[in-house]
C-alpha cells in the first residue's frame, strides 16, 4: 500500500531531550515536506525537500533540523525541544512540488513539557 | 507572502443539505489544494486545480484565477463528511514556495 509512515504517533519528552521523528514514503516521491499545526494558526512548513541532500526551510525552522539522505525518509530532529514546539506533526509527499496533491501521514502529536 | 482566508470557520448543518465553503487569496498562484482533516487527525488530498472545476463523488470544487477565490461543495451531505476542510495554495515565481494554509473550516453535518 502506498502511504507516508510516521513514527512515533505519539510523543510526550522534556525539554532538551533530543528527538527525532521519523517519516517514510514507499511512493519515490522527490518532495517531501514537515509541517507543524496548532490550534488556530493552520499548518505551518517547517522544511521541506526537493530530493535527496536537497533541503530548504519553510516559514517556521528554528529549532528543527531535517536530513534527506535517502529518498525515501525524512526525519525531522529536535535538538533542544522547548515547550513551545508542543503540537501535531505532519510530513506529507509528492512526485515533484507542481502539479501534484500530496500524501500526509498520520500525523505526530508532541508534548514537550 | 500569500494570505488565504477561508469562510465560514465553522458549519453545522443537517443531513442531505448542499454545503459551500470558501478559499480566497491575495496573490496569484499556480495551483489551489483542498484537504480533508477528520477528528482523528489524518489529512487527505480531495483536490488540487489550477483551473476550472474538479468532481469526485459527492465533492466539487471550483475555483475562479481572476477573483482569486475557491469553492467547495458538498451535494447530499452526510455525518460522515464531519471535518475540518482546509485550502491551501501554492505561489507561483521561481524557486520551491511551499504552501500557505487557510486556518480551516469546521464542518459538523448532523443527522
Known amino acids: 500500500e502506498a502511504q507516508v509512515t510516521q513514527n512515533p504517533r505519539y510523543l510526550i519528552t522534556v525539554t532538551g531531550k533530543k528527538l527525532t521523528v521519523t517519516c517514510s514514503q514507499n511512493m519515490n516521491h522527490e518532495y517531501m515536506s514537515w509541517y507543524r499545526q496548532d490550534p488556530g494558526l493552520g499548518l505551518r512548513q517547517i522544511y521541506y525537500s526537493m530530493n535527496v541532500e536537497v533541503t530548504d526551510k519553510g516559514d517556521v525552522p528554528e529549532g528543527y533540523k531535517v536530513s534527506r539522505k535517502e529518498k525515501r525518509n525524512f526525519p525531522l530532529i529536535l535538538e533542544s525541544p522547548s515547550p513551545n514546539q508542543t503540537s501535531l506533526y505532519f510530513c506529507?509527499?509528492?512526485?515533484?512540488?507542481?502539479?501534484?496533491?500530496?500524501?500526509f501521514g498520520q500525523g505526530t502529536r508532541l508534548t514537550v513539557v | 507572502k500569500n494570505e488565504v482566508e477561508q469562510s465560514p470557520q465553522n458549519l453545522t448543518a443537517q443531513e442531505g443539505e448542499f454545503i459551500t465553503i470558501n478559499c480566497s487569496y491575495s496573490v496569484g498562484i499556480s495551483a489551489l489544494h483542498w484537504l480533508q482533516q477528520h477528528p482523528g487527525g489524518g489529512i487527505v488530498s480531495l483536490f488540487m486545480l489550477s483551473s476550472g472545476k474538479k468532481k469526485h463523488g459527492r465533492l466539487i470544487a471550483t475555483i475562479n484565477i481572476q477573483e482569486k477565490h475557491s469553492s467547495l461543495h458538498i451535494t447530499a451531505s452526510h455525518p460522515r463528511d464531519s471535518a475540518v476542510y482546509i485550502c491551501?495554495?501554492?505561489?507561483?515565481?521561481?524557486?520551491?514556495?511551499?504552501?500557505?494554509f487557510g486556518k480551516g473550516t469546521h464542518l459538523i453535518i448532523q443527522p
Open positions: 506529507a509527499s509528492s512526485p515533484g512540488i507542481q502539479g501534484y496533491v500530496l500524501s
Open positions: 491551501a495554495v501554492r505561489n507561483i515565481g521561481g524557486g520551491a514556495d511551499g504552501l500557505t
